[in-house]
């Protein structure tokens, strides 16, 4: 719109031949040049050279650090693919993607289950609003590597309140942080009890984009609350749906901060535990293959690329825009 | 609690209210299951190691551990550590507000050669995991003598491809005649942005504040890298190897610190929680 508006006001200015402060036709010819001058250059410029020199010149040394492999002393020789062939026969590579898929599978879930809460919160009239909104607000403000101190203990085997409550009846539950996928199913929970409160505050964004009308006229053609909540505030929730399981499928990727903080980078479960970019980090500052580290980058960037690309195709099957 | 004040209400309320009491349970139980991992830590960390570790555990202290607050400051460099923290968060932030905005104000507001390109470039890098930088960005510091140090943890996070973005549509969505008219007063770019699109853009400005202090207060990966040496840490780096001392620090001195740790973001975002919710409900639809 914007646009739009100073177009008009330059075609304006030329018509008006001699614009004020300047003889006409220089101006005009600098103008199609760049209209603002120097402004630009100095409006973006502290940005860009800090972005040049923190984002983009590291993005390019490391996709051609991905095709390198480094000497104990430092220095790299071209090795070609071979990081990336590596990549493809590496069984902790499988392994870190299977559980990053497992764990953002489960992180999935808490979409629904804040669709439900967000819906329930934001009922016209409903007292207390205020106060569960800062309940399920809590878990996303706080530090994860805090946080999870807490969760080790409430996973502890022996005194750990979730294991407590499964003997009380009569279960004798895992060892949770030191089990082969038990562990990743509890930096999942985790992972799912974080999350839930950012995604409650984008639908309930969402959910005031509803229009009461709808609801008004369906209740007078006789819908039921139920009926309510599936034919008109999921449909229209689809939005903010679609770019909730973006962002989850982006979050998921990442996982680090919790895995790291919850089960301890020594643990011995690790190995069978640890994803995409735990295996980055062992591999760039424990194993000082910087190279192979810059490739397993890379496939993050990739993945997370190919699977943004596959939810947008995907969304005209499911997502409703209002006109 | 909260059910018996409905079940009053629903003598004077009628039905409507009536109909929220199933929503209140489900809201209820999922309330406490979002703050029992917080109320858990508040007991722990005035509990002794003997209370923390009875099978099966207690509900209420057998006695209270006050002592375990004070224990923190020395079993553990807490105040450099909440120092490095602070420091780190408070640079990022400014840097952040001042760049981002004048960036994004460009791109929302002026014409220039290379912009649909550096845009681009910009869009591009915002897509970008953080990891596929990091060794990069770790030499660059590294080359410069800045490991170890709050100019080292803080400089990648002083410019943000996200926070430019942001800005720029909120400025995109300003009226242009507030623009001519300063023009027309004699403003130049300058003083148009500083004295009347700055002032205008609060709102934008907030939500960036807010998505920068989280993401800077609760950082893991890039500080762990980065620091080194207890001293220089940020909390959250500081916090997670402490993990490794388990055993030799009472639970409860651990369950202290992170309590304290993660006291300041808790209190100020949900004092300001509306602000909050707006700006990240804001930054997310953008």
Not at chain 1, 109 to 121: C, N, Q
Not at chain 1, 184 to 194: D, F, K, Q, R, S
Not at chain 1, 275 to 291: I, T
Not at chain 2, 268 to 279: S, T, Y
């Amino acid at each position: 719109m914007s646009e739009t508006i100073e177009r008009a006001g330059s075609g304006m200015q030329a018509a008006q031949a001699p614009a004020p402060g300047g003889g006409g036709a220089t101006r005009l010819a600098r103008k199609r040049h760049s209209p603002d001058g120097w402004w630009p250059a100095l409006f973006i410029l502290p940005l860009a050279a800090g972005i040049g020199l923190f984002y983009l010149w590291p993005l390019l040394q490391s996709v051609y650090y991905s095709f390198t492999e480094w000497g104990v002393f430092g220095g790299s020789t071209w090795t070609g693919v071979e990081n990336y062939v590596r990549l493809m026969q590496d069984p902790d590579v499988l392994r870190a993607i299977v559980n990053t898929l497992v764990y953002t599978g489960i992180l999935l879930v808490g979409i629904p289950i804040a669709v439900v809460f967000a819906a329930l919160l934001n009922r016209p009239g409903l007292r207390f609003a205020m106060i569960y909104r800062t309940c399920f607000f809590l878990p996303y403000i706080a530090m994860p590597t805090a946080i999870s101190m807490v969760w080790r203990i409430i996973y502890n085997n022996d005194y750990g309140v979730i294991n407590s409550t499964l003997r009380v009846v009569g279960i004798e539950g895992p060892a949770w942080i030191s089990t082969e996928w038990f562990s990743l199913v509890a930096v999942a929970i985790v992972g799912l009890w974080m999350s839930i409160g950012f995604n409650m505050i984008i639908l309930s964004a969402g959910l005031k984009g509803i229009p009461p009308e709808l609801y008004e006229a369906s209740a007078i053609d006789g819908a039921g609350k139920g009926r309510q909540f599936r034919s008109i505030t999921v449909p229209l929730l689809t939005p903010s749906i679609f770019f909730l399981s973006v962002m989850t499928f982006i979050a998921g990727f990442q996982l680090f901060d919790m895995l790291y903080a919850l089960l301890g980078p020594t643990n011995p479960v690790m190995p069978k535990t640890q994803s995409l970019v735990f295996l980055f980090y062992d591999a760039a500052f424990g194993a000082n293959e910087k190279g192979y580290a810059s490739a397993i980058g890379v496939l993050i960037l990739l993945i997370i690329g190919l699977f943004t690309l596959v939810q947008f195709r995907l969304q005209r099957r499911w997502v409703h825009y209002a006109d | 609690m909260p059910i018996n004040n409905m079940q009053t209400r629903n003598a004077r309320g009628g039905s409507i209210a009536g109909h929220n009491r199933g929503a209140h349970v489900v809201l209820i139980i999922g309330s406490l299951l979002m703050i029992f991992p917080f109320l858990w830590q508040v007991k722990m960390s005035i509990s002794t190691e003997a209370d923390i570790m009875s099978i099966p555990p207690t509900l209420w202290p057998s006695s209270f551990e006050w002592n375990n607050f004070a224990e923190v400051f020395t079993r553990v460099p807490f105040l450099s550590q909440f120092w490095v923290s602070l420091a780190v968060t408070v640079l990022r932030t400014l840097a952040q507000l001042i760049l981002c905005s004048m960036a994004g104000y460009a791109f929302a507001r002026m014409h220039f050669r290379f912009k649909g390109i550096l845009l681009a470039v910009l869009l591009s890098i915002l897509m970008v995991p953080t990891q596929v930088y990091l060794i990069p960005q770790y030499q660059i510091v590294q080359s410069v003598g800045l490991l170890d140090t709050i100019a080292g943890i803080a400089a990648p996070g002083l410019f943000s491809a996200f926070g430019t973005f942001l800005m720029m549509q909120f400025f995109k969505a300003m009226p242009a005649e507030l623009e001519q008219a300063a023009r027309l007063d004699g403003c130049n770019s300058w003083q148009i942005f500083t004295r009347v699109m700055m002032p205008l853009a609060k709102p934008g400005l907030i939500s960036l504040a807010i998505i920068t202090v989280l993401a800077s207060w609760n950082d893991l990966l890039w500080p762990l890298v980065v620091a080194s040496s207890p001293d220089n840490m940020p909390l959250s780096v500081g916090l997670a190897t402490l993990q490794g001392y388990q055993g030799s620090v009472d639970t409860g001195v651990l369950m202290a610190a992170s309590l304290m740790a993660m006291a300041p973001i808790l209190i100020v975002f949900v004092a300001l929680q509306r602000r909050v919710v707006e700006g990240i409900a804001f930054a997310g639809l953008k």
